[in-house]
């Protein structure tokens, strides 16, 4: 009988982000770009252009005309993939709430702070309370 033992990094982070904005109106706004962005990242993904796993050193050329339509600046083309995992994004009130299971985030980052975000973030792992207090309207309740 042969016994395997391994060590593995992936595990499940359950990450909250909320990007908090001066109104609804801007929220909503940063929920549509990041839609937009991934949709183009998994059109991306579909065609061939770019292969999970294998970040480009370049952007598509459907990509940079995306990116420049959208006026998207900061993003590099290795961090597009992180649009296209698994992540749920959400507009509610004057927040945008993104809960993933990723480690790999800087995507998500970079959008939500040039977009005029005031952000937090944390494991609902570690800190199950503060995911608690999110209401459904994903706006942090004080106490």
Not at 22 to 49: N, T, W, Y
């Amino acid at each position: 009988m042969r016994i395997w033992w391994g060590y593995g990094s992936e595990h499940s982070m359950n990450l909250v982000m909320v990007g908090k904005f001066a109104s609804a109106g801007e929220a909503g706004a940063v929920k549509e770009l990041i839609d937009r962005l991934a949709s183009g990242v998994q059109d991306d993904l579909d065609a061939g252009r770019i292969e999970y796993g294998q970040p480009p050193s370049r952007f598509s050329d459907s990509m940079l005309a995306l990116l420049q339509a959208l006026e998207v600046h900061s993003l590099g083309p290795a961090e597009l993939e992180q649009l296209a995992y698994s992540a749920n994004v959400v507009a509610r009130g004057d927040s945008v709430v993104i809960r993933t299971d990723e480690t790999e985030v800087q995507a998500y980052i970079k959008i939500l702070l040039t977009k005029g975000a005031r952000i937090e973030m944390f494991s609902a792992h570690d800190f199950p309370e503060e995911g608690k207090r999110l209401d459904e309207d994903g706006v942090r309740r004080n106490g």
